[in-house]
T-cell receptor
Framework: KNEVEQSPQNLTAQEGEFITINCSYS?????LHWLQQHPGGGIVSLFM???GKKKHGRLIATINIQEKHSSLHITASHPRDSAVYICAAVNNDMRFGAGTRLTVKP | KAGVTQTPRYLIKTRGQQVTLSCSPI?????VSWYQQTPGQGLQFLFE???????NKGNFPGRFSGRQFSNSRSEMNVSTLELGDSALYLC??????????????FGPGTRLTVT
């Protein structure tokens, strides 16, 4: 079993839909990192959180430390949100999930 | 403020050769981490350097090594290249431990192809 599991692996949505990507981890963490990777390969940091909830524009990330679970939500999805979303458990190093490939259709 | 830069962006090498990749962190960042990304294994942690010292190392063979210079720039070296070393190599910089957020900023990557 992987230390960091993401679901779903692939997700297709229509523009405007509310999207949820889930991340479960089995290792101890100091923080949970959500990353976005576009087709060119560049990775952008979206959130780093160790408790509660963070919001940035249409993106919301939550974490439940007791349940070792985090979710990334995208409200009013847009085709430009199409990317691979990766969660990473942060401690002394980063352990990555396999990623969720999101495609938002117009 | 300039972002993380990596050179070269693309590289083609032959099995058995060695390669050196370079990473320049964001100004003021003292920690540099290296990652390997392949279609089969996804993103994997290679090592982290802070103040010219290796802090952490992932589960990679000794053919993979790195170093960090006094200006925080970092290099990683892969010797005796194998076909399986073909990957996107990413570096990321952060302020460093005890310096506030551990949030990392990624460079564009170096795509290495081994033939």
């Amino acid at each position: 079993k992987n230390e960091v599991e993401q679901s779903p692996q692939n997700l297709t949505a229509q523009e405007g839909e509310f999207i949820t990507i889930n991340c479960s981890y089995s290792v101890g963490i100091s923080a949970l990192h959500w990353l976005q990777q576009h087709p060119g390969g560049g990775i952008v940091s979206l959130f780093m959180l160790s408790s509660g909830k963070k919001k940035h524009g249409r993106l919301i990330a939550t974490i439940n430390i007791q349940e070792k679970h985090s979710s990334l939500h995208i409200t009013a999805s847009h085709p430009r949100d199409s990317a691979v979303y990766i969660c990473a458990a942060v401690n002394n190093d980063m352990r990555f999930g396999a990623g969720t490939r999101l495609t938002v259709k117009p | 403020k300039a972002g993380v830069t990596q050179t070269p962006r693309y590289l083609i090498k032959t099995r058995g050769q060695q390669v050196t990749l370079s990473c320049s962190p964001i100004s003021g960042h003292r920690s540099v981490s290296w990652y390997q990304q392949t279609p089969g294994q996804g993103l994997q942690f290679l090592f982290e350097y802070f103040s010219e010292t290796q802090r952490n190392k992932g589960n990679f063979p000794g053919r993979f090594s790195g170093r960090q210079f006094s200006n925080s720039r970092s290099e990683m070296n892969v010797s005796t290249l194998e076909l399986g070393d073909s990957a996107l190599y990413l570096c990321a910089s952060s302020l460093g431990p005890g310096q506030g957020t551990y949030e990392q900023y990624f460079g564009p990557g170096t795509r290495l192809t081994v033939t």
